[in-house]
């Protein structure tokens, strides 16, 4: 009877790793969402910027781990030459976020349906979006944002 308890229990469990996979919804990126990516002169000077962040919002984590997200859209709007926008910029995910409208598809964490808002991953959440990402082609992701964000997502394990 025990056996077939722990045989139970560890099935149970193994499902439940394999529908982490199975339920991550796909990375989808809309850039700066309603906001240009550049200037006229330099229509795409920003973009890579929002594509990060949206990286970030779709993966998610806690909330400190939101926050650090916004600030990094703002320097790295700041560091591709456009000061004011990344002010802007800023201004508008902060405010986005205290937002009571929410859409589906732009919440913090949005990767995985049904699951808390502000939590840190888990460690096998990680190990499937580390997955998931190094499936991704590099037309989708540039091989050096897909780097970055992995060594992010294991930094956050080791400081948990």
């Excluded at 000077?45 to 998610?60: N, R, T, V």
């Excluded at 919440?107 to 499937?128: C, D, F, I, K, M």
Aim: proline fraction near 4%; include cysteine; charge should be positive.
């Amino acid at each position: 009877m025990k056996t077939w308890i722990l045989f139970f229990l560890l099935a149970t469990t193994l499902s439940s790793f394999s529908n982490a996979s199975d339920t991550l919804k796909p990375f989808l990126t809309d850039y700066c969402t309603a906001y240009p990516e550049g200037t006229r002169g330099r229509p795409n000077q920003w973009k890579h910027c929002c594509i990060e962040h949206d990286l970030y919002f779709w993966a998610g984590g806690s909330l400190s781990e939101r926050k650090l997200t916004d600030l990094r859209l703002k320097k790295c709007v700041e560091d591709a030459g456009a000061p004011t926008q990344a002010r802007l910029i800023y201004a508008a995910v902060s405010i986005g976020g205290q937002s009571p409208i929410r859409f589906r598809t732009k919440e913090w964490g949005h990767a995985w349906p049904g699951r808390a808002r502000y939590q840190s991953l888990s460690e096998q959440e990680t190990s499937t979006l580390i997955n998931y990402i190094e499936l991704l082609d590099s037309q989708d992701l540039p091989l050096t944002l897909r780097q970055n964000f992995k060594e992010t997502l294991n930094t956050r394990l080791d400081i948990q």
